[in-house]
Nanobody
Framework: QVQLVESGGGLVQPGGSLRLSCAAS????????MGWYRQAPGKQRELVAI???????NYADSVKGRFTISRDNAKNTVYLQMNSLKPEDTAVYYC?????????WGQGTQVTVSS
């Protein structure tokens, strides 16, 4: 059974930081690309950042220079370090394991940026 469990969300003031974690089980983690997505109220889910099995990364323009995605294959975990947070970063953040023919989603974690 595949499980992706996100953690680390919460309420933070503008300009603050959070680190999200996503722990995976039931898959060979190292061969999957891993992505972080987010969905704000009334908006479509969007890609925030992705890291390939080889460690290459890509980011949405809106988070470049502020967010960093990383992975620890020994811990089957992907991280999203979020700095200089803005109110528009408020959303439910989801992790996703991606491989041709086999995609899996986590349940999401709420991030709220507000003073």
């Amino acid at each position: 059974q595949v499980q992706l469990v996100e953690s680390g969300g919460g309420l933070v003031q503008p300009g603050g930081s959070l680190r999200l974690s996503c722990a995976a089980s039931g898959i060979i983690f190292s061969i999957y690309a891993m992505g972080w997505y987010r969905q704000a109220p009334g908006k479509q889910r969007e890609l925030v950042a992705i890291i390939t099995s080889g460690g290459s990364t890509n980011y949405a323009d809106s988070v470049k220079g502020r967010f960093t995605i990383s992975r620890d294959n020994a811990k089957n975990t992907v991280y999203l370090q979020m700095n200089s947070l803005k109110p528009e970063d408020t959303a439910v953040y989801y992790c996703k394991a991606l491989r041709v023919g086999a995609d899996y989603w986590g349940q999401g974690t709420q991030v709220t940026v507000s003073s």
